[in-house]
């Protein structure tokens, strides 16, 4: 239990779906982030939001939605993707002040498109 | 092109012996470094850090070296143990200023100990 909570654990949809990924954090942190790991590839920084505030989008396609309605919960919503965004999703926070970069992550959301 | 690069996609290390996990950077303005370890159907969780003004840092069978100047960092794990076999992650962060993290991440290492 890493006090980073994502749901749902797997998520199988079609290219014309629209789906939501949910994460919530019982650490008391002031920012989170969407990651995206695929296969054979580093993790990809998406999104940031610090106190709410979307503070980085990493050139996301915007069939990637993020929505922070407050520092305990982020959301991705998803429609019309391609069979290529099939990957894990991993939310993470941080404390404020994080000098050292220390993420703490969800156990991720693993993302099929068919 | 990748900032944070791990060479080796796996390694079989038997128990009770030294697994020495390697990780390369190109970015010169990167001043804090840090090793995530993930088991299946996980998140990366944290393992140990370094700053770039150290160049060991030591915390119980874990031990990361930086090497400044071949921009360079290793884990050392001794011993071994089979619980230690998950894929490792280098990460590096250049001068966060405090407000949130963004961390530029290698591909990570698969870490196999056998009996």
């Known amino acids: 239990e890493t006090g980073v909570t994502q749901t749902p654990r797997h998520l199988v949809m079609g290219m014309t779906n629209k789906k939501s990924l949910k994460c919530e954090q019982h650490l008391g942190h002031n920012a989170m982030y969407w990651y995206k790991q695929s296969a054979k590839k580093p993790l990809e920084l998406m999104f940031v939001y610090n106190f709410k505030e979307q503070t980085e989008n990493n050139s996301v396609p915007s069939r990637f939605s993020p929505e922070c309605p407050n520092s305990s919960h982020l959301f991705l919503h998803l429609h019309t993707l391609q069979p290529e965004d099939s990957a894990l999703y991993l939310c993470?926070?941080?404390?404020?002040?994080?000098?050292?970069?220390?993420?703490?992550f969800g156990e991720g959301s693993r993302l099929t498109v068919l | 092109d990748q900032q944070v690069k791990q060479n080796s996609p796996s390694l079989s290390v038997q128990e009770g012996r030294i697994s020495i996990l390697n990780c390369d950077y190109t970015?010169?303005?990167?001043?804090?470094f840090l090793w995530y370890k993930k088991y299946p159907a996980e998140g990366p969780t944290f393992l140990i850090s370094?700053?770039?003004?150290?160049d060991k840092n030591e915390d119980g069978r874990f031990t990361v070296f930086l090497n400044k100047s071949a921009k360079h960092l290793s884990l050392h794990i001794v011993p071994s143990q089979p619980g230690d076999s998950a894929v490792y992650f280098c990460?590096?962060?250049?001068?966060?200023?405090?407000?949130?993290?963004?961390?530029?991440f290698g591909t990570g290492t698969r870490l196999q100990v056998t009996l």
């Open positions: 990460a590096a962060s250049a001068g966060n200023t405090g407000t949130a993290s963004k961390l530029t």
């Open positions: 993470a926070s941080s404390p404020q002040g994080a000098r050292t970069g220390e993420l703490f």
């Open positions: 370094i700053s770039s003004i150290k």
């Open positions: 970015n010169s303005m990167f001043d804090y």
